[in-house]
């Protein structure tokens, strides 16, 4: 019996002694690769520039308006009148209100003289 | 008016060499740093990197507030309208228009936020101590990138007009065909 064993033991390969390892490595393997193609949809799509539970966007991210329920949607179906006709202005001018409200972007904080990283000469 | 050989000639020079010495102006001006602007970058290392981080968390915030905004206005307003009113067979043409140019607007506004975010990251990463010419040109590229973005934004909100005076002049036509009908 030991015999048997023994001879059985000498046959198999190095691979078939550490199938187990194996295994586990590629497992790995496909793991990082699935990893990175779905680090590189990230970053590609502009999610990345959405998500705000990154590192750094925490002190702003309970600020965000996480649903629109205030912002109704037109029907886009059905008889056009004059009662759909001054639904749809009521609805338009109020959010166009609030979407122009903000001048976002506006300013200039990124202005050399505002960060004081401009040369003294124009700082002046 | 006969134009000469010679006059041609001279503009055709002119047309090649002033871009290029326009060019080698402002690639002079990028490269001339001087050593005290330097040393004041390196000063001013810590306050700049605060306040562009502090930009960075309150510009991220303005694009998904804004952007959700901006996104309504097309799939929940203009888009649906023009559905509707186009299968009320209503001449539709100029709303179309109009949400195109939107759709398009909204499309650069969303790319340009993008490239703006990742040129202010690679600025942030930069270390202003060891690199602060790079750092400079870096949050100068950022800066070009936001005015960019404020240009997209700027023209989101003419196109929000410009649908409401296309919807208006619809509501004009609508009502004019109305009472002809009764």
Request: aromatic share 10%; net charge neutral.
């Amino acid at each position: 019996m030991d015999e048997h064993s023994e001879v059985t033991d000498m046959h198999l390969s190095f691979w078939d002694k550490h199938r187990f390892l194996l295994l586990i490595a590629i497992t790995i393997t496909i793991a990082l690769f699935l990893v990175g193609i779905s680090m590189a949809l990230y970053a590609s799509s502009g999610a990345a520039q959405l998500d705000l539970s990154r590192p750094g966007y925490r002190a702003v991210s309970g600020q965000a308006v996480n649903d629109d329920r205030d912002f109704e949607n037109y029907a886009s179906f059905g008889q056009l009148d004059k009662a759909a006709l001054d639904e749809f202005n009521s609805l338009y001018n109020k959010q166009a209100l609030k979407a122009k409200a903000v001048s976002a972007f506006s300013g200039d904080p990124l202005n050399p003289d505002v960060l004081e990283i401009s040369s003294p000469i124009t700082a002046e | 008016m006969r134009i000469s050989t010679k006059s041609l000639t001279l503009c055709f020079f002119a047309a090649i060499l002033l871009p290029v010495a326009l060019f080698s102006i402002v690639s002079a001006q990028e490269l001339s740093i001087t050593d005290e602007q330097i040393a004041r970058i390196r000063s001013s290392c810590v306050s700049a990197k605060n306040t562009l981080n502090q930009l960075h968390a309150s510009d991220a915030l303005l694009r998904v507030n804004r952007g959700q905004l901006y996104e309504s206005m097309s799939t929940k307003l203009m888009t649906r309208f023009n559905s509707r009113a186009d299968s009320n067979r209503f001449d539709v043409k100029d709303l179309t228009t109009v949400a195109q140019s939107y759709g398009t607007a909204l499309t650069a506004f969303r790319d340009d936020y993008k490239s703006y975010e990742v040129q202010l990251a690679t600025a942030l990463n930069l270390s202003c101590l060891k690199e602060p010419v790079s750092f400079y040109d870096a949050v100068a590229a950022a800066r070009t990138n936001r005015a960019q973005v404020y240009a997209d934004v700027v023209k989101l909100h003419q196109y929000i007009n410009d649908y409401k005076a296309a919807f208006d002049v619809f509501a004009t036509n609508f009502n004019k065909t109305n009472r002809g009908n009764k």
